[in-house]
T-cell receptor, first 114, second 110 residues
Framework: DTAVSQTPKYLVTQMGNDKSIKCEQN?????MYWYKQDSKKFLKIMFS???????INETVPNRFSPKSPDKAHLNLHINSLELGDSAVYFC????FGAGDKGYTFGSGTRLTVV | GQQVMQIPQYQHVQEGEDFTTYCNSS?????IQWYKQRPGGHPVFLIQ?????EVKKQKRLTFQFGEAKKNSSLHITATQTTDVGTYFC??????????FGTGTRLTIIP
């Protein structure tokens, strides 16, 4: 049983397209996140949801729109993809406040915009 | 802004040598976490430090949190090839989000 699962694992698409990445966790966690990891391995938070409510929205272009239909799912939709959006996108979840269990990350979605 | 810096960015060591990565924050942290990311993998939680001056050990790994709760270190004794990866610290500034450090990429020379 995968704790945090993301689909797809790889995504290659042309500039200007719209794409979605899905994330599901079966850990019963209250909080879910989207992180972006660039080619230099920097991990930056994009969004955080607690029990379906948006609590963190970093400086991210509004082409990126998260959606949380329930606390086990957090999807990321990206409009009008640009070359600079190429990166690995990680979904993560944690109990509220994280505690001593930390964040549990999904295996990532490698997005390549051509 | 709230930033967490890590040094070194890269470290190449002979198998069996020790390795240390250092993490520094400009402001006091509520707690700090450490993660390991294997090549091609995802970050995996290692440990959380909360108290000033705290030291925790996991087998060959020793984690420290500074007295001022602004810095931390991870020390690996007698590295093995399985230690290869990027080690990240992640600081919690009390604002319900983790700010990841820049990471230290460890490679082992057999």
């Amino acid at each position: 049983d995968t704790a945090v699962s993301q689909t797809p694992k790889y995504l290659v698409t042309q500039m200007g397209n719209d794409k979605s990445i899905k994330c599901e966790q079966n850990l019963g966690h209250d909080t879910m996140y989207w992180y972006k990891q660039d080619s230099k391995k920097f991990l930056k938070i994009m969004f955080s949801y607690n029990n379906k409510e948006l609590i963190i929205n970093e400086t991210v272009p509004n082409r990126f729109s998260p959606k949380s239909p329930d606390k086990a799912h957090l999807n990321l939709h990206i409009n009008s993809l640009e070359l600079g959006d190429s990166a690995v996108y990680f979904c993560a979840s944690s109990p509220f406040g994280a505690g001593d269990k930390g964040y549990t990350f999904g295996s990532g979605t490698r997005l390549t915009v051509v | 802004g709230q930033q967490v810096m890590q040094i070194p960015q890269y470290q190449h060591v002979q198998e069996g040598e020790d390795f240390t990565t250092y993490c520094n924050s400009s402001t006091t942290l509520s707690n700090i976490q450490w993660y390991k990311q294997r090549p091609g993998g995802h970050p995996v939680f290692l440990i959380q430090l909360v108290k000033s001056g705290e030291v925790k050990k996991q087998k060959r790994l020793t984690f420290q949190f500074g007295e001022a709760k602004k810095n931390s270190s991870l020390h690996i004794t007698a590295t093995q090839t399985t230690d290869v990866g990027t080690y990240f610290c992640a600081g919690d500034f009390g604002n319900e989000k983790l700010t990841f450090g820049t990471g230290t990429r460890l490679t082992i020379i057999p």
